[in-house]
């Protein structure tokens, strides 16, 4: 999960100085610099898992 969210705030939050423009800009992919909530807003919410009862031995 972590690379996901370096790997995108690298490509479409960061202006970089060679293009100044984020490089997702650069490919066409977006018209806009995202900020890093719009990211965390892509993660999806993981319910915690059910755990068994408790066995005492």
Known sequence: MARFV???DYNYCKIHKSLRIAPA??????????ELDDIVKLIPEEEP?????????
Do not use: E, I, L, Q
């Open 6 to 8: 370096v790997y995108r």
């Open 25 to 34: 800009m650069a490919a066409g992919v977006t018209d806009t610099v995202w």
């Open 49 to 57: 898992k059910k755990r068994g009862p408790y066995k005492k031995s």
